[in-house]
């Protein structure tokens, strides 16, 4: 009589969630899942998969197991494989991002060397006719005076490395100022940008090491913001992520 009771209501109940325990439950979920789907929006592929996995499977049934086995085992790839796509677009357009960076950074005139200014009239005429993005950096200086060659030396390979800067050097004495530019305050490095001095500093040696390079004066004009980020720098570490992702 339970037996019987019991079979009259499992089919009073046929149709519904008749699965019972987790097994059960991912069974039926599955099923709803295929029937609630959109099928215009679903991909043939995963409604076969979706109704394999939906269909009842006895324990005897290898083969359908291994099927949808093989079919589940190439949609994980197709996910790894698409995740893999993602990150080397990502890691393109990383790449675009910094090339543009760079064309912006580097827009504008280009120098790579110390230009010898020979009169007070070529100083002037560089300072107030360069371009207002530019930054340009003056060494007067004399011969003897300490520190004055080491600085050029130092200047030379800061233009090479910072060619978006213009870097200058011209004598006390030929700038027509050479009471003002004494013995005293040799090397002085003199910074413009839109034809305004922004800064000036005197004595430049006696601030740095007994014996300085370029190094040394590189990270003094980096202390006040006067240098812009090296492009070659910038570009090797964005190379170097990249391998190492």
Known sequence: ???????????DFEGQATHTGPKGVIHDWRKFKLESEDSDSVPQSKKEILRQLSSPQSRDDKDLKE???????IQEYELIHKDKEDENCLRKYRRQCMQDMHQKLSFGPRYGFVYDLESGEQFLETIEKEQKITTIVVHIYE??????DALNNSLACLAAEYPMVKFCKIKASNTGAGERFSSDVLPTLLVY?????ISNFISVAEQLAEEFFA???????NEYGLLPERE??????????EEIE
């Open 1 to 11: 009589m339970e037996e019987a009771k019991s079979q009259s209501l499992e089919e």
């Open 67 to 73: 099927r949808v086995s093989r079919k589940m085992s």
């Open 143 to 148: 011969n003897g005076i300490k520190g004055c």
């Open 193 to 197: 940008k839109g034809g305004e001095l």
């Open 215 to 221: 190094g040394d004066v590189e990270s003094f004009l």
């Open 232 to 241: 070659i720098h910038t570009l090797e570490q964005t190379n170097m992520e």
